[in-house]
T-cell receptor
């Protein structure tokens, strides 16, 4: 089925560990976004990309890096995880004239 | 796990009544607006969208109204059902840089 796929769905990290979250979309969308969602905070934009090879900072970029080497994939990296990065992460993709599609989320716990 | 709706403003309505959920957006340059619904443990689900050259758009049981003068967006749900209980978010997209940002969300609770 067409859509946005996030991997992994769940992960527990120790403080200081690194990891990469993968977002893959098969709709040939140009724009992709990474959000984090915490209770009472709604979805906050971490980083986004307006096309292959481009990335830009969102509202809460600190502690995260991203890459968009292929149009269909948008990677979110945590170089040194902190407990404050415990959250649910959502990826979205969008094309002009179309609505955004979301992945099902990645629940990350940093202990 | 903790509900995504915890600590968010709550709108409580009687089943069968109409619901109106309001959203104030921040950027006068935003040109595209979306309403999403999110149930516990799931990702956001698209409800309806509207472009800045429109004032109103209707879907099935839902209507979105856009007032650009006061930067206000509303979602009207007709004949609210228990299945409408969820957290609702508005999102705005700024065409210039294609940022897509969300409001804080409102929890809709439907009383039987």
């Amino acid at each position: 089925n067409a859509g946005v796929t996030q991997t992994p769905k769940f992960r527990v990290l120790k403080t200081g560990q690194s990891m990469t979250l993968l977002c893959a979309q098969d709709m040939n969308h140009e724009y992709m976004y990474w959000y984090r969602q915490d209770p009472g905070m709604g979805l906050r934009l971490i980083h986004y990309s307006v096309g292959e090879g481009t990335t830009a900072k969102g509202e809460v970029p600190d502690g995260y890096n991203v890459s968009r080497l292929k149009k269909q994939n948008f990677l979110l990296g945590l170089e040194s995880a902190a407990p404050s990065q415990t959250s649910v992460y959502f990826c979205a993709s969008l094309e002009d004239g179309q609505r955004a599609f979301f992945g099902q989320g990645t629940r990350l716990t940093v202990v | 796990g903790e509900s995504v709706g915890l600590h968010l403003p709550t709108l409580s309505v009687q089943e069968g009544d109409n619901s109106i959920i309001n959203c104030a957006y921040s950027n006068s340059a935003s040109d595209y607006f979306i309403w999403y619904k999110q149930e516990s443990g799931k990702g956001p689900q698209f409800i309806i969208d509207i472009r800045s050259n429109m004032d109103k758009r209707q879907g099935q049981r839902v209507t979105v109204l856009l007032n650009k003068t006061v930067k206000h967006l509303s979602l009207q749900i007709a004949a609210t059902q228990p299945g409408d209980s969820a957290v609702y978010f508005c999102a705005e997209r700024t065409g210039a840089n294609s940022k897509l940002t969300f409001g804080k969300g409102i929890t809709l609770s439907v009383r039987p």
